[in-house]
């Protein structure tokens, strides 16, 4: 089947892009590992423009709701490997099938950075994790390290501080980073302690995580902690777009229509390498996205 549009992802830039599609009646599937991105992992959201506050979850609630609205073909859970060229069109293959259409929208977000120390692999969801919005509620009354110093290791402690015991965050910089007012929200509360210049070394544990080891000015120590969270950014997903021009960070290039390199083949929100990584920029490039392959589509004709 040749589809007008294949959309990749389904956070925010994916799901606006999916209803401007539908809007403009285009013939497309959405093919998406999960619903919601990065989206689905934030806790406390006050920058969304129309909502003062709401969280990630709920608001990825709202994006989908909309996006059913208007009957949307959505293939989830399924993972793209391989996009190329075919003639005019374009063949997306994934780890459960192959599609053809005659445009494509990549929207496929970032993913988490890991951390390459020992015991990091060995430890995952066995009290490591790298998403406080999923597991937070799994560690009550315990003793957690986040490692990181910006807005996502920020955000895992505000969600964090009302459920665990002690909360370490382990940064590597000199002094924490982020937005001014999660900063002072977290620094503030008795149960958080900041551990600037420190350097993560090894994850180590039985069945479980038990501690974490740091060096710090020189010094290595251990800090016992049943929970891990990993909160060091994220790197773009783009490994599968092998056939887009990227930049050194891995985002694909874009230009202000959201037109990659190859014709036909459109990119847009954290994926790519537009200024700032907010949810309400990668909505409104998800839009423009859209409307950029819908007069595509339309020339091509």
């Given at each position: 089947?040749?589809?007008?549009?294949?959309?990749?992802?389904?956070?925010?830039?994916g799901?606006?892009?999916a209803?401007?599609?539908?809007?403009?009646?285009m013939d497309?599937?959405?093919?998406?590992?999960?619903?919601?991105?990065?989206?689905?992992?934030?806790?406390?959201?006050?920058n969304?423009?129309?909502?003062?506050?709401?969280?990630?979850?709920d608001?990825?609630?709202?994006?989908?709701?909309?996006?059913k609205?208007?009957?949307?073909?959505?293939?989830?859970?399924?993972?793209?490997?391989d996009?190329?060229?075919?003639?005019?069109?374009?063949?997306?293959?994934?780890?459960?099938?192959?599609?053809e259409?005659r445009?494509?929208?990549?929207?496929?977000?970032?993913?988490?950075r890991?951390?390459?120390?020992?015991g990091?692999?060995?430890?995952?969801?066995?009290?490591?994790?790298?998403?406080?919005?999923?597991?937070?509620?799994?560690?009550?009354?315990?003793?957690v390290?986040?490692?990181?110093?910006?807005?996502?290791?920020?955000?895992?402690?505000?969600?964090?501080?009302?459920?665990?015991?002690?909360?370490?965050?382990?940064?590597?910089?000199?002094?924490?980073?982020?937005?001014a007012?999660?900063?002072?929200?977290?620094?503030?509360?008795?149960?958080?302690?900041?551990?600037?210049?420190?350097?993560?070394?090894?994850?180590s544990g039985?069945?479980?995580v038990?501690?974490?080891?740091?060096?710090q000015?020189?010094?290595?120590?251990?800090?016992?902690?049943?929970?891990?969270?990993?909160?060091?950014?994220?790197?773009?997903?783009?490994?599968?777009?092998?056939?887009?021009?990227?930049?050194?960070?891995?985002?694909?290039?874009?230009?202000?229509?959201?037109?990659?390199?190859?014709?036909?083949?459109?990119?847009a929100?954290?994926?790519?390498?537009?200024?700032e990584?907010?949810?309400?920029?990668?909505?409104?490039?998800?839009?423009?996205?859209a409307?950029s392959?819908?007069?595509?589509?339309?020339?091509?004709?």
């Amino acid at each position: 089947m040749l589809y007008d549009l294949i959309i990749i992802g389904a956070g925010p830039a994916g799901i606006t892009a999916a209803v401007y599609a539908a809007r403009k009646r285009m013939d497309f599937v959405v093919i998406t590992n999960d619903i919601g991105g990065q989206t689905a992992w934030s806790g406390d959201i006050e920058n969304y423009t129309g909502y003062q506050f709401v969280t990630g979850p709920d608001l990825v609630n709202k994006f989908e709701e909309h996006m059913k609205k208007f009957d949307v073909s959505v293939r989830e859970g399924e993972q793209v490997a391989d996009i190329k060229k075919k003639g005019g069109d374009i063949i997306v293959k994934t780890d459960k099938g192959e599609y053809e259409a005659r445009a494509v929208i990549i929207a496929s977000g970032k993913i988490s950075r890991q951390l390459g120390v020992p015991g990091e692999k060995e430890f995952k969801n066995k009290g490591l994790t790298y998403c406080a919005t999923c597991d937070a509620p799994l560690f009550s009354g315990k003793d957690v390290a986040i490692i990181g110093g910006g807005n996502s290791a920020l955000d895992a402690a505000l969600q964090l501080i009302k459920i665990a015991r002690q909360v370490y965050i382990i940064n590597i910089a000199s002094q924490m980073g982020g937005d001014a007012v999660m900063r002072e929200k977290v620094t503030a509360n008795g149960k958080v302690k900041v551990l600037n210049n420190a350097q993560v070394t090894a994850i180590s544990g039985d069945k479980m995580v038990t501690a974490i080891k740091i060096k710090q000015e020189g010094k290595e120590r251990e800090i016992p902690v049943e929970g891990i969270f990993v909160e060091i950014g994220l790197s773009p997903n783009s490994g599968f777009a092998k056939v887009v021009e990227t930049n050194e960070q891995g985002e694909i290039k874009v230009n202000c229509r959201n037109q990659t390199n190859v014709p036909g083949i459109f990119a847009a929100g954290d994926v790519t390498d537009v200024p700032e990584k907010q949810i309400i920029i990668a909505a409104g490039e998800g839009s423009k996205a859209a409307l950029s392959a819908f007069k595509y589509l339309s020339h091509k004709r």
